[in-house]
């Protein structure tokens, strides 16, 4: 029948998948199309809607999701999250001009204010450039952006700003006049690409009011890596500390209200182009996504000890949401089945839950190697007389956490004298009693035999001396 052979099918595939390493869901099965990979500009998009909501969780599904199709830009993405959460909780603001830039390929970004209606710097601007005037006179090969269209008059805010700087004997070739913006998005967009342009700049920092730096720091982050993408690869150029009025003597020292961080994400998907695909996600927000399956990359070490502990070094575990998203669980993995206590295959089950779904995969591994055992004598003393006295010799089999059984033969002078086999209960110890009818230095030695899990032993002699 159809319906048997699509049946048969999907089995073989499960059957294909499990011994691949691929992990099946244990719970209602998705549909077929739920698990269609979304496009990078859906997972970038989301990425940016997901962190302004403060959704971590889902926003690192989704970076998980733009790494799977873009190894690269995924990483990228994933530093700019981070460094865009550093800023939401919290930034030291710099009142005064820092000291330890960089004396070289360093630039100071003064973010531009509405002009006065006849075209002259206001009150708000001309603050922000006496900062960095105080800049430029602190680092001397340092260059200055000034960012800002929004014409006056017909004066630009970036032209106003540099005749000030001009009229204050800074020299024009330090002097870098970006034209093009009338938002923050602007200011962050068009500057970092001009710098991108000129080339050679490594650092940078930003002068504005204490109010307005972290949105703006976020930006130009954001405008960074959007250069990045353009030209498929890193950027060597950072920010280093930044330069403020301070406007609000609160700012900085406690993390970002929930409509602060909403209004910093709407900006950052202006400085993307992604504005539209974000406005939609707002409107109508996306379902919260369920655990489909998970990924699991096996750990390096496969095959053990008798008795060796399991080690996850190289383990990943990696779960994939029913929208193609996927995150890093590795630490909150759950894993089961492992045992070394006896030789042969054994199979480790990984599992992961979320909201009462469960995804789970196995991985193999092998216990090849026996325990290593040891094998020591000690006497009860190390002097006996002719005919007299009775030496206790008691011999020691350790095999870390395995008790070991098997033959124990110990040897006088060469000679087999006792054997004995150890049981389980014994703990590895072995105890004899001697009386000696010889004089002279005597010596015991002695020899494990191993058993299935322990690995057999010869100890070290020991020798006492019997006298008349």
């Not at 106003?160 to 970006?178: N, P």
Request: hydrophobic share 45%; charged share 20%; aromatic share 6%.
């Amino acid at each position: 029948m159809r319906q048997s052979a699509t049946a048969r099918s999907l089995i073989a595939t499960l059957v294909s998948a499990a011994l691949a390493g691929t992990i099946a869901l244990v719970g209602p099965a998705m549909p077929a199309s739920a698990a269609a990979a979304p496009s990078i500009t859906q997972l970038r998009t989301k990425i940016i809607y997901l962190q302004g909501k403060g959704d971590s969780d889902a926003r690192d599904a989704a970076v998980g999701g733009l790494i799977e199709q873009s190894a690269w830009q995924g990483k990228a993405w994933q530093g700019f999250v981070t460094e865009w959460s550093k800023v939401t909780a919290g930034m030291k603001m710099n009142t005064a001009v820092p000291s330890g830039l960089p004396t070289k390929n360093h630039v100071f970004v003064v973010l531009g204010s509405a002009l006065t209606s006849s075209g002259k710097v206001s009150t708000k601007l001309e603050r922000r450039l006496k900062l960095a005037l105080k800049a430029l006179q602190a680092y001397p090969n340092a260059k200055v952006v000034v960012s800002g269209g929004a014409p006056r008059n017909g004066v630009t805010e970036a032209a106003a700003m540099q005749a000030w700087l001009l009229d204050k004997g800074v020299a024009k070739d330090r002097i870098i006049a970006e034209t093009k913006s009338s938002s923050t998005v602007g200011n962050a967009r068009y500057s970092m690409e001009i710098l991108a342009g000129l080339g050679g700049f490594t650092s940078y920092t930003v002068v504005t009011d204490s109010s307005h730096i972290r949105r703006a720091s976020v930006l130009f982050l954001a405008a960074k890596l959007r250069v990045e993408e353009q030209k498929g690869k890193s950027w060597a150029i950072k920010p280093i500390a930044n330069l403020v009025f301070p406007d609000l003597a609160t700012a900085g020292q406690k993390p970002l209200s929930a409509s602060s961080s909403a209004y910093a994400a709407s900006n950052v998907a202006g400085v993307f182009g992604l504005t539209s695909q974000y406005e939609a996600l707002v409107a109508e927000p996306p379902i919260p996504a369920k655990v489909a399956s998970i990924d699991v990359t096996n750990p390096t070490k496969l095959v053990y000890g008798v008795g060796e502990s399991l080690s996850t070094a190289g383990l990943l575990v990696k779960v994939v949401y029913d929208d193609g998203s996927r995150r890093d669980v590795t630490r909150s993995a759950k894993l089961t089945g492992f045992s070394s206590a006896k030789l042969g295959a054994g199979s480790v089950t990984v599992s992961y839950t979320e909201d009462g779904q469960t995804a789970s995969a196995n991985f193999a591994y092998k216990v090849t190697k026996k325990v290593a055992s040891t094998a020591k004598i000690t006497l009860g003393a190390t002097k006996a007389k002719l005919l007299k006295s009775k030496v206790a010799v008691n011999v020691k089999i350790a095999s870390g956490s395995v008790k070991p059984t098997g033959k124990v033969s110990l040897y006088l002078d060469g000679k087999l004298v006792r054997t004995t086999t150890l049981k389980a209960k014994a703990a590895g110890v072995a105890k004899f009693t001697f009386a000696f009818n010889k004089v002279g230095v005597r010596k015991f030695t002695v020899v494990y035999s191993g058993d299935s899990l322990t690995a057999s032993a010869k100890g070290r002699a020991v020798k006492l001396t019997v006298t008349k």
